[in-house]
């Protein structure tokens, strides 16, 4: 058996999330059908850097899985094109190691968050940015950042129905901007809970927007309650950007 390695993106519209579900459409899903019909009917498991749930967007998903078959990389990144749904393209493949693992070796990711601020909601841009047209101030914004720099325990910003245990996470870079229209807000990381970044949107924007303040970050990561954080920003604004894996992967 040959591992491959492959870089994806896709429009999570019309998805149920990442992962596997029953009678959902997901990108698991249409990538193990058409891995499918590549090996003849039988099933190949495919396995992500991470799940994205339902309505959440991937310019840099990565995934591996194994095949008897020797084809040149590029052959997998074509046929498999040729077969995904258009909301799903295969960016890249390639031949890796055959204990390369796309979640366990990932050292770190990126994730944006789109935000509309114009008055009106544009409906061609509905699923693919959150609409929130009011007024921010930057600089409480970029006080209440760096208090979640660094390494913290990070409860208070994960959904409570998770079953993980260990929430300290590392923060490398939190940043914002405007990218034409648009406000953008950036998340680099070691990992992110369930949630994570959407909590940590949801909460920056109330500061942002003088519902709470910037000094309360402190007090919110140390109760370790998610009572304690911000709104849960929707799905449509997220992106999973990139996965960082170190040399030789």
């Known amino acids: 058996m040959q591992r491959y390695k492959c870089t994806i993106t896709y429009d999570g519209s019309l998805f149920a999330g ?75 493949s390639s031949i890796s190691a055959n204990d390369f693992h796309a979640r366990f070796d990932a050292e770190g990711k990126e994730y944006r968050y789109y935000i509309s601020r114009s008055h009106h909601k544009d409906p061609f841009r509905r699923n693919y940015v959150y609409h929130f047209p009011y007024a921010l101030n930057e600089t409480f914004i970029r006080q209440a950042i760096s208090y979640l720099i660094g390494t913290h325990d990070f409860s208070s910003f994960c959904a409570s129905n998770t079953d993980v245990k260990d929430k300290v996470r590392t923060l490398h870079e939190i940043d914002f901007y405007e990218e034409g229209d648009l406000f953008v807000f950036r998340f680099r990381g070691t990992g992110f809970l369930y949630n994570m970044v959407r909590i940590l949107v949801g909460t920056l924007l109330e500061v942002g927007n003088g519902k709470r303040e910037a000094s309360d970050i402190p007090m919110i990561l140390e ?23 170190g040399a030789g992967n």
């Open 18 to 92: 990442y992962q596997v579900q029953p009678d959902k459409r997901t990108v698991q899903s249409e990538l193990e059908k058409a891995l499918a019909k590549m090996h003849k009917g039988e099933n190949v498991k495919v396995t992500a850097s991470g799940r994205t749930d339902a309505g959440v967007h991937a310019k840099g998903q990565v995934i591996h899985f194994d095949s008897p078959y020797t084809f040149p990389a590029e052959k997998w990144e074509r046929g498999l094109n040729a077969l995904l749904p258009d909301d799903i393209v295969v960016l890249n």
């Open 223 to 245: 109760k370790k309650d998610r009572g304690m954080a911000g709104k849960t920003a929707p799905a449509q604004g997220l992106y999973l950007w990139e996965v960082y894996y």
